[in-house]
Protein backbone atom coordinates (compact mmCIF):
# COMPACT_ATOMS: atom_id res chain seq x y z
CA UNK A 1 0.00 0.00 0.00
CA UNK A 2 1.34 3.49 -0.83
CA UNK A 3 1.38 6.17 1.03
CA UNK A 4 2.70 9.04 -1.24
CA UNK A 5 0.07 12.07 -0.75
CA UNK A 6 -1.00 11.13 3.30
CA UNK A 7 1.02 13.19 5.82
CA UNK A 8 2.66 11.39 8.59
CA UNK A 9 0.46 11.32 11.60
CA UNK A 10 1.40 11.27 15.33
CA UNK A 11 1.12 8.08 17.40
CA UNK A 12 -1.34 9.80 20.37
CA UNK A 13 -3.88 11.33 17.14
CA UNK A 14 -4.16 7.38 15.65
CA UNK A 15 -4.34 5.97 18.86
CA UNK A 16 -7.08 8.48 20.18
CA UNK A 17 -8.98 7.89 16.76
CA UNK A 18 -9.45 3.87 16.90
CA UNK A 19 -10.24 4.35 20.78
CA UNK A 20 -13.21 6.02 19.97
CA UNK A 21 -14.48 3.46 17.38
CA UNK A 22 -17.22 1.20 18.51
CA UNK A 23 -16.53 -2.75 19.19
CA UNK A 24 -18.50 -2.56 15.71
CA UNK A 25 -16.52 -0.57 13.84
CA UNK A 26 -13.04 -2.02 15.05
CA UNK A 27 -13.52 -5.14 13.24
CA UNK A 28 -13.89 -3.52 9.75
CA UNK A 29 -10.90 -1.15 10.42
CA UNK A 30 -8.17 -2.94 8.73
CA UNK A 31 -10.48 -3.37 5.59
CA UNK A 32 -11.58 -0.05 5.42
CA UNK A 33 -7.75 1.27 5.38
CA UNK A 34 -6.90 -1.07 2.81
CA UNK A 35 -8.01 1.37 -0.31
CA UNK A 36 -7.47 4.99 1.38
CA UNK A 37 -3.93 5.57 0.44
CA UNK A 38 -4.78 5.20 -3.39
CA UNK A 39 -8.33 7.51 -2.73
CA UNK A 40 -6.09 10.58 -1.51
CA UNK A 41 -6.23 13.63 -3.35
CA UNK A 42 -4.49 17.05 -2.65
CA UNK A 43 -6.08 19.98 -2.50
CA UNK A 44 -4.76 23.48 -3.44
CA UNK A 45 -4.23 24.60 -0.12
CA UNK A 46 -2.23 21.51 1.26
CA UNK A 47 -4.43 19.27 2.67
CA UNK A 48 -5.26 16.07 1.35
CA UNK A 49 -9.00 14.67 0.95
CA UNK A 50 -9.74 10.59 0.73
CA UNK A 51 -13.19 10.22 -0.57
CA UNK A 52 -16.04 7.51 0.95
CA UNK A 53 -18.67 7.47 -1.62
CA UNK A 54 -20.75 10.18 -1.53
CA UNK A 55 -21.62 11.08 1.70
CA UNK A 56 -18.37 11.52 3.50
CA UNK A 57 -14.47 13.23 2.72
CA UNK A 58 -12.19 13.00 5.20
CA UNK A 59 -9.80 15.69 5.47
CA UNK A 60 -6.34 15.79 6.57
CA UNK A 61 -4.80 19.61 7.08
CA UNK A 62 -0.86 19.40 8.35
CA UNK A 63 0.59 21.73 10.39
CA UNK A 64 3.61 23.85 9.90
CA UNK A 65 5.69 20.54 10.67
CA UNK A 66 3.87 18.95 7.67
CA UNK A 67 2.08 15.85 10.20
CA UNK A 68 -1.14 15.67 11.63
CA UNK A 69 -0.15 16.67 15.16
CA UNK A 70 -3.57 17.11 16.85
CA UNK A 71 -7.06 16.25 16.38
CA UNK A 72 -8.81 19.16 14.82
CA UNK A 73 -6.17 18.36 11.72
CA UNK A 74 -8.23 15.17 11.15
CA UNK A 75 -11.90 15.76 9.79
CA UNK A 76 -15.06 13.83 8.43
CA UNK A 77 -18.19 15.07 6.86
CA UNK A 78 -20.25 12.25 8.41
CA UNK A 79 -22.64 12.11 10.53
CA UNK A 80 -20.59 10.00 13.09
CA UNK A 81 -17.47 12.38 12.91
CA UNK A 82 -14.99 12.42 15.12
CA UNK A 83 -15.86 8.98 16.34
CA UNK A 84 -16.26 7.55 12.72
CA UNK A 85 -14.83 4.54 10.59
CA UNK A 86 -13.51 6.80 7.89
CA UNK A 87 -11.62 9.10 10.09
CA UNK A 88 -9.90 6.41 11.46
CA UNK A 89 -9.06 4.45 8.49
CA UNK A 90 -7.42 7.49 6.73
CA UNK A 91 -5.17 8.22 9.59
CA UNK A 92 -4.59 4.39 10.15
CA UNK A 93 -3.32 4.14 6.23
CA UNK A 94 -0.97 7.47 7.22
CA UNK A 95 2.02 6.55 8.20
CA UNK A 96 3.68 7.04 11.47
CA UNK A 97 5.36 10.62 11.65
CA UNK A 98 9.73 10.08 12.46
CA UNK A 99 9.71 12.68 14.72
CA UNK A 100 8.13 14.49 17.40
CA UNK A 101 6.10 17.42 17.15
CA UNK A 102 6.17 19.78 20.20
CA UNK A 103 3.20 22.19 21.15
CA UNK A 104 4.22 25.11 18.32
CA UNK A 105 4.48 22.70 15.69
CA UNK A 106 8.11 22.43 15.24
CA UNK A 107 8.68 18.83 13.88
CA UNK A 108 12.20 17.34 15.07
CA UNK A 109 13.95 13.98 14.26
CA UNK A 110 13.08 11.73 16.79
CA UNK A 111 14.81 9.34 18.64
CA UNK A 112 14.09 5.63 16.98
CA UNK A 113 16.86 4.35 19.02
CA UNK A 114 16.46 6.72 21.68
CA UNK A 115 19.58 5.35 23.43
CA UNK A 116 21.45 7.01 20.81
CA UNK A 117 23.59 6.75 18.14
CA UNK A 118 23.73 9.81 15.58
CA UNK A 119 23.10 10.67 11.94
CA UNK A 120 20.82 13.98 12.72
CA UNK A 121 22.07 16.71 11.48
CA UNK A 122 24.31 18.67 14.13
CA UNK A 123 23.55 22.91 14.19
CA UNK A 124 25.23 23.53 17.19
CA UNK A 125 25.15 22.60 21.26
CA UNK A 126 27.04 23.67 24.01
CA UNK A 127 27.85 22.10 26.86
CA UNK A 128 24.84 20.90 28.89
CA UNK A 129 22.36 21.57 25.71
CA UNK A 130 20.52 19.03 24.34
CA UNK A 131 20.00 18.31 20.72
CA UNK A 132 17.14 15.78 19.23
CA UNK A 133 19.26 12.56 19.55
CA UNK A 134 18.83 10.21 16.34
CA UNK A 135 17.51 9.71 12.63
CA UNK A 136 16.36 6.45 11.33
CA UNK A 137 19.39 5.08 8.94
CA UNK A 138 20.00 2.00 6.76
CA UNK A 139 23.88 1.37 6.61
CA UNK A 140 23.55 -2.20 6.57
CA UNK A 141 22.09 -5.11 4.59
CA UNK A 142 19.36 -2.35 3.53
CA UNK A 143 17.07 -2.59 5.95
CA UNK A 144 15.85 0.35 8.61
CA UNK A 145 18.26 0.52 11.26
CA UNK A 146 20.01 3.65 12.81
CA UNK A 147 23.21 5.41 11.63
CA UNK A 148 26.39 5.00 13.77
CA UNK A 149 28.35 7.66 15.74
CA UNK A 150 30.30 5.63 18.13
CA UNK A 151 33.70 5.66 15.79
CA UNK A 152 36.35 3.38 16.53
CA UNK A 153 35.43 3.07 20.21
CA UNK A 154 33.91 5.43 22.73
CA UNK A 155 35.23 8.57 24.27
CA UNK A 156 37.87 8.06 26.80
CA UNK A 157 39.35 11.41 27.20
CA UNK A 158 40.42 13.49 29.95
CA UNK A 159 37.01 14.95 29.94
CA UNK A 160 35.07 12.26 29.63
CA UNK A 161 36.65 10.38 33.03
CA UNK A 162 36.35 13.81 34.86
CA UNK A 163 32.60 13.84 34.04
CA UNK A 164 31.95 10.50 34.46
CA UNK A 165 33.88 10.57 38.40
CA UNK A 166 31.91 13.91 39.18
CA UNK A 167 28.22 12.55 37.63
CA UNK A 168 25.89 11.60 40.06
CA UNK A 169 23.86 7.85 40.35
CA UNK A 170 20.89 8.35 38.20
CA UNK A 171 17.88 8.62 40.08
CA UNK A 172 15.58 5.35 40.74
CA UNK A 173 12.45 5.24 38.11
CA UNK A 174 9.60 7.33 39.56
CA UNK A 175 6.12 5.28 40.15
CA UNK A 176 4.44 6.95 37.19
CA UNK A 177 7.58 5.25 35.32
CA UNK A 178 7.05 2.05 36.57
CA UNK A 179 3.24 2.04 35.81
CA UNK A 180 3.71 3.39 32.25
CA UNK A 181 6.32 0.32 31.72
CA UNK A 182 3.97 -2.37 32.56
CA UNK A 183 1.04 -0.90 30.60
CA UNK A 184 3.58 -0.84 27.87
CA UNK A 185 4.92 -4.47 28.28
CA UNK A 186 0.84 -5.67 28.55
CA UNK A 187 0.38 -3.78 25.07
CA UNK A 188 3.16 -5.80 23.43
CA UNK A 189 2.09 -9.12 24.89
CA UNK A 190 -1.20 -8.83 23.67
CA UNK A 191 0.87 -7.75 20.33
CA UNK A 192 3.14 -10.65 20.40
CA UNK A 193 0.50 -12.83 21.59
CA UNK A 194 -1.50 -11.66 17.92
CA UNK A 195 1.64 -12.20 15.98
CA UNK A 196 1.39 -10.44 12.30
CA UNK A 197 -1.37 -12.21 11.29
CA UNK A 198 -4.24 -10.60 13.68
CA UNK A 199 -2.07 -7.62 14.52
CA UNK A 200 -4.05 -4.94 12.86
CA UNK A 201 -5.20 -1.49 13.09
CA UNK A 202 -6.39 -2.17 16.50
CA UNK A 203 -3.91 -4.24 17.72
CA UNK A 204 -0.92 -1.39 16.80
CA UNK A 205 -3.44 1.46 18.52
CA UNK A 206 -3.16 -0.09 22.00
CA UNK A 207 0.74 -0.64 21.55
CA UNK A 208 0.45 3.42 20.30
CA UNK A 209 -1.53 4.37 22.83
CA UNK A 210 0.79 2.71 25.53
CA UNK A 211 3.78 4.21 23.78
CA UNK A 212 2.72 7.66 23.42
CA UNK A 213 1.87 7.47 27.97
CA UNK A 214 5.59 6.17 27.83
CA UNK A 215 6.79 9.10 26.52
CA UNK A 216 4.77 11.08 28.71
CA UNK A 217 6.70 9.18 31.68
CA UNK A 218 9.67 9.90 30.34
CA UNK A 219 10.22 6.70 28.86
CA UNK A 220 11.73 7.39 24.97
CA UNK A 221 13.67 4.73 24.96
CA UNK A 222 10.60 2.28 25.33
CA UNK A 223 8.30 4.99 23.11
CA UNK A 224 10.89 3.91 20.17
CA UNK A 225 11.00 0.59 20.31
CA UNK A 226 7.14 0.31 20.48
CA UNK A 227 7.42 2.43 17.71
CA UNK A 228 9.58 -0.03 15.20
CA UNK A 229 7.63 -2.98 16.24
CA UNK A 230 4.56 -0.92 15.27
CA UNK A 231 6.27 -0.05 12.05
CA UNK A 232 7.55 -3.59 11.33
CA UNK A 233 3.59 -5.39 12.13
CA UNK A 234 2.76 -2.79 9.10
CA UNK A 235 5.30 -3.20 6.46
CA UNK A 236 4.91 -6.93 7.47
CA UNK A 237 1.30 -7.08 6.80
CA UNK A 238 1.55 -5.00 3.80
CA UNK A 239 4.19 -7.43 2.95
CA UNK A 240 6.23 -4.21 2.08
CA UNK A 241 9.78 -4.76 -0.20
CA UNK A 242 12.68 -5.52 2.34
CA UNK A 243 10.83 -6.10 5.01
CA UNK A 244 12.39 -9.27 7.01
CA UNK A 245 10.07 -11.05 9.46
CA UNK A 246 14.03 -11.35 11.29
CA UNK A 247 14.16 -7.61 11.87
CA UNK A 248 10.15 -7.68 13.70
CA UNK A 249 11.02 -10.69 15.65
CA UNK A 250 14.12 -8.19 17.37
CA UNK A 251 12.20 -5.60 17.50
CA UNK A 252 9.74 -7.59 19.92
CA UNK A 253 12.60 -8.61 21.81
CA UNK A 254 14.12 -5.46 22.46
CA UNK A 255 10.58 -4.02 23.54
CA UNK A 256 9.89 -6.80 25.60
CA UNK A 257 13.29 -6.97 27.21
CA UNK A 258 13.20 -3.16 27.87
CA UNK A 259 9.74 -2.81 29.11
CA UNK A 260 10.32 -5.98 31.29
CA UNK A 261 13.18 -4.25 33.27
CA UNK A 262 11.55 -1.12 34.05
CA UNK A 263 8.68 -2.73 34.98
CA UNK A 264 9.98 -4.84 37.45
CA UNK A 265 11.46 -1.04 39.18
CA UNK A 266 14.41 -2.21 39.29
CA UNK A 267 16.27 -0.24 36.62
CA UNK A 268 16.83 3.10 37.25
CA UNK A 269 16.42 6.30 35.17
CA UNK A 270 19.37 5.64 32.78
CA UNK A 271 17.76 2.89 31.12
CA UNK A 272 14.76 5.17 30.40
CA UNK A 273 16.83 6.68 27.84
CA UNK A 274 16.80 10.43 26.67
CA UNK A 275 15.12 12.26 23.76
CA UNK A 276 17.87 14.35 23.75
CA UNK A 277 21.18 14.17 23.07
CA UNK A 278 23.79 15.90 25.72
CA UNK A 279 26.75 17.72 24.67
CA UNK A 280 29.50 17.84 27.04
CA UNK A 281 32.97 20.70 26.97
CA UNK A 282 35.53 18.68 25.48
CA UNK A 283 38.01 20.94 25.70
CA UNK A 284 40.67 20.82 22.42
CA UNK A 285 41.09 18.55 20.81
CA UNK A 286 42.89 17.00 17.59
CA UNK A 287 40.99 14.73 15.57
CA UNK A 288 42.00 13.15 12.53
CA UNK A 289 39.63 11.80 9.22
CA UNK A 290 39.54 7.50 8.65
CA UNK A 291 36.34 7.54 6.36
CA UNK A 292 32.95 8.64 4.84
CA UNK A 293 30.18 6.53 5.50
CA UNK A 294 26.69 7.48 3.48
CA UNK A 295 23.56 7.19 5.29
CA UNK A 296 20.10 6.27 3.56
CA UNK A 297 17.18 6.23 5.67
CA UNK A 298 14.06 3.96 4.69
CA UNK A 299 11.93 6.67 6.32
CA UNK A 300 13.16 9.48 4.43
CA UNK A 301 16.29 10.75 5.36
CA UNK A 302 19.74 11.04 4.00
CA UNK A 303 23.40 12.23 4.52
CA UNK A 304 26.81 11.50 5.23
CA UNK A 305 28.58 10.48 8.63
CA UNK A 306 32.30 11.07 8.79
CA UNK A 307 34.42 8.64 11.28
CA UNK A 308 37.04 10.66 12.78
CA UNK A 309 40.01 9.52 15.46
CA UNK A 310 41.39 11.19 18.03
CA UNK A 311 44.88 11.76 19.28
CA UNK A 312 44.11 10.10 22.22
CA UNK A 313 42.63 7.22 19.87
CA UNK A 314 38.93 7.83 21.19
CA UNK A 315 36.52 7.96 18.16
CA UNK A 316 34.45 10.49 17.12
CA UNK A 317 31.95 11.52 14.60
CA UNK A 318 30.65 14.39 12.60
CA UNK A 319 26.88 13.87 10.71
CA UNK A 320 25.00 15.86 8.02
CA UNK A 321 21.73 13.69 7.80
CA UNK A 322 18.73 15.56 6.89
CA UNK A 323 15.31 14.93 5.15
CA UNK A 324 16.17 13.78 1.49
CA UNK A 325 16.93 10.83 -1.04
CA UNK A 326 19.99 9.38 -2.73
CA UNK A 327 20.66 13.12 -4.33
CA UNK A 328 21.31 14.09 -0.41
CA UNK A 329 23.06 11.43 0.26
CA UNK A 330 25.90 12.33 -2.77
CA UNK A 331 25.86 15.84 -2.30
CA UNK A 332 26.96 15.41 1.95
CA UNK A 333 29.71 13.48 0.68
CA UNK A 334 31.27 17.02 -0.28
CA UNK A 335 29.61 19.13 1.56
CA UNK A 336 31.02 21.66 3.66
CA UNK A 337 31.47 20.57 7.66
CA UNK A 338 29.07 22.70 9.80
CA UNK A 339 31.88 22.47 12.78
CA UNK A 340 33.50 25.99 14.02
CA UNK A 341 33.72 27.55 11.01
CA UNK A 342 35.84 24.96 9.57
CA UNK A 343 36.76 25.24 5.75
CA UNK A 344 37.15 21.72 4.86
CA UNK A 345 33.98 19.67 3.36
CA UNK A 346 33.24 15.80 4.23
CA UNK A 347 35.77 14.29 1.85
CA UNK A 348 38.37 16.64 2.42
CA UNK A 349 37.45 15.99 6.55
CA UNK A 350 37.89 11.88 5.99
CA UNK A 351 41.16 12.40 4.49
CA UNK A 352 42.37 15.48 6.81
CA UNK A 353 42.37 16.81 10.40
CA UNK A 354 41.10 19.59 12.07
CA UNK A 355 42.19 20.87 15.57
CA UNK A 356 38.92 22.14 17.75
CA UNK A 357 38.83 24.46 20.54
CA UNK A 358 35.98 24.68 22.77
CA UNK A 359 35.10 21.08 21.84
CA UNK A 360 31.45 19.84 22.81
CA UNK A 361 31.03 16.24 22.45
CA UNK A 362 27.96 13.65 23.39
CA UNK A 363 28.53 10.46 25.36
CA UNK A 364 28.61 8.34 22.24
CA UNK A 365 31.68 10.67 20.63
CA UNK A 366 29.59 12.86 18.62
CA UNK A 367 30.98 16.38 17.79
CA UNK A 368 28.42 19.57 18.10
CA UNK A 369 29.14 22.51 16.36
CA UNK A 370 27.96 24.95 19.37
CA UNK A 371 28.64 28.95 19.19
CA UNK A 372 31.89 28.52 21.26
CA UNK A 373 33.37 26.49 18.82
CA UNK A 374 36.09 26.74 16.59
CA UNK A 375 38.14 24.46 14.43
CA UNK A 376 41.07 25.28 12.16
CA UNK A 377 42.52 22.50 9.63
CA UNK A 378 44.94 19.76 10.35
CA UNK A 379 47.56 17.86 7.93
CA UNK A 380 45.42 14.64 7.44
CA UNK A 381 47.30 11.22 8.80
CA UNK A 382 47.66 8.11 6.78
CA UNK A 383 46.44 4.83 7.61
CA UNK A 384 49.79 3.40 8.73
CA UNK A 385 50.70 6.52 11.00
CA UNK A 386 49.28 7.12 14.55
CA UNK A 387 46.63 7.56 15.62
CA UNK A 388 45.14 5.35 13.12
CA UNK A 389 47.97 2.99 13.18
CA UNK A 390 46.79 1.44 16.59
CA UNK A 391 43.21 0.37 14.62
CA UNK A 392 44.97 -2.14 12.38
CA UNK A 393 47.90 -3.34 15.39
CA UNK A 394 45.16 -4.92 17.02
CA UNK A 395 44.75 -9.12 16.90
CA UNK A 396 41.30 -8.84 15.45
CA UNK A 397 40.41 -11.65 18.19
CA UNK A 398 41.10 -8.74 21.02
CA UNK A 399 39.30 -6.34 19.04
CA UNK A 400 36.08 -8.13 18.48
CA UNK A 401 36.01 -9.00 21.75
CA UNK A 402 36.05 -5.00 22.88
CA UNK A 403 33.23 -4.41 20.21
CA UNK A 404 31.07 -7.35 22.16
CA UNK A 405 32.05 -6.23 25.20
CA UNK A 406 31.37 -2.79 24.44
CA UNK A 407 27.45 -2.76 24.96
CA UNK A 408 24.13 -4.84 25.62
CA UNK A 409 22.89 -6.87 23.05
CA UNK A 410 21.73 -5.48 20.23
CA UNK A 411 23.99 -1.92 21.09
CA UNK A 412 26.85 -3.42 18.25
CA UNK A 413 24.38 -3.81 15.17
CA UNK A 414 25.17 -1.07 12.79
CA UNK A 415 24.59 2.74 14.09
CA UNK A 416 24.08 1.10 17.63
CA UNK A 417 25.62 3.30 20.29
CA UNK A 418 28.40 0.99 21.01
CA UNK A 419 29.67 0.26 17.54
CA UNK A 420 33.07 -0.25 17.10
CA UNK A 421 35.01 0.10 13.71
CA UNK A 422 37.40 -2.72 13.14
CA UNK A 423 40.60 -2.47 10.85
CA UNK A 424 42.78 -5.38 9.62
CA UNK A 425 45.39 -6.27 6.98
CA UNK A 426 43.96 -9.21 4.69
CA UNK A 427 44.51 -11.27 2.03
CA UNK A 428 41.74 -11.46 -1.07
CA UNK A 429 41.16 -15.28 -1.45
CA UNK A 430 37.94 -14.55 -3.91
CA UNK A 431 33.94 -14.31 -4.38
CA UNK A 432 31.41 -16.63 -2.20
CA UNK A 433 28.28 -15.54 -3.18
CA UNK A 434 27.46 -11.95 -2.55
CA UNK A 435 30.90 -11.86 -0.06
CA UNK A 436 34.43 -11.44 -0.84
CA UNK A 437 36.53 -14.17 1.39
CA UNK A 438 39.69 -12.87 2.63
CA UNK A 439 42.18 -14.31 5.48
CA UNK A 440 43.56 -12.18 7.84
CA UNK A 441 47.34 -11.57 8.17
CA UNK A 442 49.30 -13.72 10.05
CA UNK A 443 47.10 -17.16 9.75
CA UNK A 444 44.18 -15.26 10.77
CA UNK A 445 40.94 -16.13 10.67
CA UNK A 446 38.65 -15.85 7.46
CA UNK A 447 36.35 -13.21 7.38
CA UNK A 448 33.26 -12.57 5.09
CA UNK A 449 33.61 -8.99 3.18
CA UNK A 450 29.92 -7.96 2.70
CA UNK A 451 28.56 -4.38 1.16
CA UNK A 452 27.87 -1.80 4.10
CA UNK A 453 24.96 -0.97 1.71
CA UNK A 454 22.99 -2.68 -0.29
CA UNK A 455 21.54 -0.01 -2.58
CA UNK A 456 22.59 -0.19 -6.30
CA UNK A 457 23.55 3.69 -6.77
CA UNK A 458 25.88 3.31 -3.91
CA UNK A 459 29.30 1.70 -4.81
CA UNK A 460 29.99 -0.94 -1.77
CA UNK A 461 28.55 -3.59 -3.84
CA UNK A 462 30.58 -2.59 -6.96
CA UNK A 463 33.40 -2.00 -5.19
CA UNK A 464 33.47 -5.49 -3.63
CA UNK A 465 32.78 -7.09 -6.77
CA UNK A 466 36.17 -5.61 -8.14
CA UNK A 467 38.04 -6.77 -5.58
CA UNK A 468 36.97 -10.30 -5.64
CA UNK A 469 38.56 -10.76 -9.04
CA UNK A 470 42.26 -10.36 -7.52
CA UNK A 471 42.72 -13.13 -5.33
CA UNK A 472 46.29 -12.83 -3.62
CA UNK A 473 45.61 -9.29 -3.14
CA UNK A 474 46.91 -7.41 0.21
CA UNK A 475 44.19 -5.08 1.78
CA UNK A 476 43.55 -3.05 4.86
CA UNK A 477 40.26 -2.87 5.90
CA UNK A 478 38.57 -0.37 7.82
CA UNK A 479 34.65 -1.26 8.95
CA UNK A 480 31.89 -2.47 11.18
CA UNK A 481 31.52 -6.15 12.43
CA UNK A 482 28.11 -7.45 11.50
CA UNK A 483 27.39 -9.59 14.62
CA UNK A 484 24.00 -11.06 13.14
CA UNK A 485 26.42 -13.40 10.85
CA UNK A 486 30.06 -15.39 11.63
CA UNK A 487 32.91 -13.82 11.31
CA UNK A 488 31.60 -11.09 8.66
CA UNK A 489 32.91 -7.54 8.22
CA UNK A 490 30.82 -4.71 6.72
CA UNK A 491 33.71 -2.71 5.42
CA UNK A 492 33.56 1.14 4.62
CA UNK A 493 36.86 1.76 3.54
CA UNK A 494 40.17 0.05 2.05
CA UNK A 495 43.80 1.07 1.52
CA UNK A 496 47.35 -0.41 1.01
CA UNK A 497 49.27 -2.53 2.89
CA UNK A 498 52.58 -0.86 3.78
CA UNK A 499 55.26 -3.04 2.22
CA UNK A 500 53.02 -5.04 -0.06
CA UNK A 501 53.91 -5.72 -3.56
CA UNK A 502 50.47 -6.70 -4.44
CA UNK A 503 48.27 -3.87 -3.24
CA UNK A 504 46.25 -1.17 -3.74
CA UNK A 505 47.51 2.14 -5.90
CA UNK A 506 45.73 4.78 -5.28
CA UNK A 507 45.84 8.47 -6.15
CA UNK A 508 48.04 10.45 -4.41
CA UNK A 509 44.24 13.03 -3.90
CA UNK A 510 42.65 9.67 -1.97
CA UNK A 511 45.61 10.25 0.82
CA UNK A 512 46.12 6.10 0.97
CA UNK A 513 42.07 5.52 1.83
CA UNK A 514 39.28 4.48 -0.61
CA UNK A 515 35.48 5.09 0.96
CA UNK A 516 33.62 2.71 -0.71
CA UNK A 517 29.90 4.18 -0.15
CA UNK A 518 31.64 7.53 -2.24
CA UNK A 519 34.94 6.18 -4.83
CA UNK A 520 35.13 4.06 -7.13
CA UNK A 521 37.85 1.58 -8.06
CA UNK A 522 39.00 1.07 -11.67
CA UNK A 523 41.56 -1.02 -13.01
CA UNK A 524 44.39 1.21 -12.57
CA UNK A 525 44.25 1.04 -8.88
CA UNK A 526 44.71 -2.77 -8.50
CA UNK A 527 48.63 -3.99 -9.15
CA UNK A 528 48.92 -5.42 -12.76
CA UNK A 529 50.88 -8.79 -11.44
CA UNK A 530 47.77 -9.89 -9.89
CA UNK A 531 44.81 -8.69 -12.46
CA UNK A 532 42.23 -11.59 -12.44
CA UNK A 533 38.83 -12.26 -13.45
CA UNK A 534 35.87 -13.69 -11.52
CA UNK A 535 37.44 -17.33 -9.97
CA UNK A 536 35.47 -19.96 -11.98
CA UNK A 537 34.83 -21.82 -8.29
CA UNK A 538 33.30 -20.28 -5.26
CA UNK A 539 35.61 -19.97 -2.39
CA UNK A 540 35.36 -22.26 0.29
CA UNK A 541 34.06 -19.96 3.35
CA UNK A 542 35.16 -22.29 5.93
CA UNK A 543 32.59 -23.65 8.73
CA UNK A 544 29.52 -21.29 9.72
CA UNK A 545 28.82 -22.00 13.55
CA UNK A 546 25.57 -20.07 13.19
CA UNK A 547 24.15 -21.95 10.49
CA UNK A 548 25.92 -25.35 11.49
CA UNK A 549 24.11 -25.13 15.09
CA UNK A 550 20.39 -26.27 15.41
CA UNK A 551 20.17 -22.98 16.98
CA UNK A 552 18.21 -22.05 13.50
CA UNK A 553 15.55 -24.22 14.68
CA UNK A 554 14.60 -21.86 18.10
CA UNK A 555 14.98 -19.10 15.71
CA UNK A 556 12.32 -20.22 13.31
CA UNK A 557 10.30 -21.24 16.29
CA UNK A 558 10.27 -17.32 17.53
CA UNK A 559 9.49 -16.05 14.25
CA UNK A 560 6.84 -18.54 14.00
CA UNK A 561 5.34 -16.62 17.01
CA UNK A 562 5.94 -13.39 15.45
CA UNK A 563 4.10 -14.58 12.26
CA UNK A 564 1.09 -16.51 13.76
CA UNK A 565 1.20 -15.57 17.06
CA UNK A 566 0.48 -17.90 20.09
CA UNK A 567 -1.74 -19.90 18.43
CA UNK A 568 0.88 -20.50 15.67
CA UNK A 569 3.47 -21.62 18.52
CA UNK A 570 1.16 -23.58 20.42
CA UNK A 571 0.65 -25.96 16.53
CA UNK A 572 4.21 -26.21 16.12
CA UNK A 573 4.11 -27.88 20.07
CA UNK A 574 1.60 -30.32 19.01
CA UNK A 575 3.31 -31.58 16.19
CA UNK A 576 6.30 -33.89 15.65
CA UNK A 577 8.96 -31.09 14.99
CA UNK A 578 8.45 -29.85 18.79
CA UNK A 579 10.30 -32.92 19.62
CA UNK A 580 12.60 -33.45 16.91
CA UNK A 581 13.37 -29.68 18.06
CA UNK A 582 14.12 -30.53 21.86
CA UNK A 583 16.48 -33.76 20.70
CA UNK A 584 18.43 -32.32 18.19
CA UNK A 585 19.20 -29.17 20.82
CA UNK A 586 19.50 -32.07 23.70
CA UNK A 587 22.14 -33.69 21.24
CA UNK A 588 24.32 -30.32 20.52
CA UNK A 589 24.93 -29.63 23.79
CA UNK A 590 22.07 -26.81 24.16
CA UNK A 591 19.59 -28.12 27.15
CA UNK A 592 19.36 -24.59 27.76
CA UNK A 593 17.41 -23.67 24.40
CA UNK A 594 16.27 -26.99 24.43
CA UNK A 595 14.16 -26.36 28.24
CA UNK A 596 13.17 -22.50 27.11
CA UNK A 597 11.64 -23.77 23.52
CA UNK A 598 9.70 -26.72 25.18
CA UNK A 599 8.21 -24.49 27.67
CA UNK A 600 7.85 -21.89 25.50
CA UNK A 601 5.41 -24.32 23.37
CA UNK A 602 3.90 -25.43 26.39
CA UNK A 603 2.76 -21.98 27.49
CA UNK A 604 1.35 -21.10 24.13
CA UNK A 605 -0.68 -24.45 24.04
CA UNK A 606 -2.25 -23.26 28.16
CA UNK A 607 -5.44 -22.03 27.58
CA UNK A 608 -7.32 -23.43 31.21
CA UNK A 609 -10.91 -22.69 30.70
CA UNK A 610 -13.96 -23.26 33.45
CA UNK A 611 -16.76 -25.99 33.45
CA UNK A 612 -18.43 -24.04 30.73
CA UNK A 613 -15.78 -23.14 28.45
CA UNK A 614 -14.47 -19.97 29.75
CA UNK A 615 -11.26 -18.63 29.91
CA UNK A 616 -10.16 -18.14 33.24
CA UNK A 617 -6.63 -17.01 32.20
CA UNK A 618 -6.57 -14.75 29.16
CA UNK A 619 -3.51 -12.67 29.82
CA UNK A 620 -0.73 -13.16 27.56
CA UNK A 621 2.01 -12.43 30.19
CA UNK A 622 3.08 -15.77 30.68
CA UNK A 623 2.97 -16.46 27.00
CA UNK A 624 5.26 -13.07 26.44
CA UNK A 625 7.69 -14.05 29.17
CA UNK A 626 8.09 -17.22 27.88
CA UNK A 627 8.60 -15.98 24.20
CA UNK A 628 11.42 -13.32 26.14
CA UNK A 629 13.15 -15.61 27.88
CA UNK A 630 13.59 -17.75 24.40
CA UNK A 631 14.79 -14.88 22.85
CA UNK A 632 17.17 -13.58 25.19
CA UNK A 633 19.03 -16.88 25.41
CA UNK A 634 19.04 -17.36 21.64
CA UNK A 635 20.99 -13.98 21.44
CA UNK A 636 23.26 -14.66 24.17
CA UNK A 637 23.93 -18.21 22.19
CA UNK A 638 24.48 -16.93 18.83
CA UNK A 639 26.24 -13.81 20.31
CA UNK A 640 28.69 -16.26 21.55
CA UNK A 641 29.31 -18.37 18.42
CA UNK A 642 29.86 -15.11 16.57
CA UNK A 643 32.61 -14.10 18.84
CA UNK A 644 34.16 -17.85 18.13
CA UNK A 645 33.93 -17.47 14.85
CA UNK A 646 36.59 -14.57 14.81
CA UNK A 647 39.38 -16.66 16.56
Not at 86 to 114: I, N, Q, S
Not at 139 to 151: F, I, L, N, Y
Not at 342 to 350: N, P, Q
Request: with cysteine; proline share 6%; charged share 20%.
Amino acid sequence: MSTGLLPPVTPDVLADAVEQLSARLRKKLDAAIAGCADRAAATADGSVEVLFGEDATVTLRPGPSGAVAHADQAACTCLLAPRCLHRAAVLGAAPLVDGKVDACGAHGPVADEAAGSGAGSDTGAGPGEAWPADVPANTGSGQPVEASAGGPGRRTGAARDQAGAESAAPPALTTAQVRAAEALWAAAAEALSAGVTAGGAVVQAELLRAAHTARLAGLPRAEAAALRVVRGLRAAREQSQGQRLGDLTEAFRELLAGTASLSSGSADAGAAGSARRVYEQGGSLRVYGLCREPVLSATGYAGVTTHLIGSDSAGYTVSDVRPGGLARVKGAGSASVALGGAVLDHAGLARGGLRIVGATVSADGRLGAGRGVSATPLRGVDWSEEPAAALFARPVREAMAAVLADGAPGAGEPGGTATRLLGCDVEVLGAAGDCVVVRVSGEGPLLRLRPAHLHPELPHAANLRRIAQYPGLALRVLGRPDLDRAATLRPLAVGPVPGASATLRLPDGWKGRADLGYDRLQGEHFPGGTAGSPASEPVATGPDPLADAPLWRVRRLLETGVAGGRRAVAEAGRGTDSASLVTRLTRAGLGGAAHLAQALTAEAGRRPRDAFGRLTDASADGYARAWLASAVHLAAAERSLVAWSWS
